[in-house]
């Protein structure tokens, strides 16, 4: 039999809230966000409109089946 490796000390890879590393120091030092520090998001106008064009033909796929389905069918059983 092989033996194990021996655990690891994850005490020293805890991260102390009042002391946090300096680069997360550095950048909220600057009244940025930790989000701000990995993703440079921001809202341009052709995002924008491609996000709406994906939403409306979400919305017109996600309902065109079922409406269909209730088109074929009686009043009385589409209200059951």
Known sequence: MTASPPAADLSKLRINRDDPPPAVRRALGRGSSFSEIAFS?????PLL???LIFAVV???LGGFFPALR???LQVVQALR
């Not at 998001?41 to 106008?45: E, L, S």
């Open 41 to 45: 998001f921001r809202v341009t106008p």
């Open 49 to 51: 409109v491609a996000g």
């Open 58 to 60: 979400m919305g017109v």
């Open 70 to 72: 209730a088109a074929r």
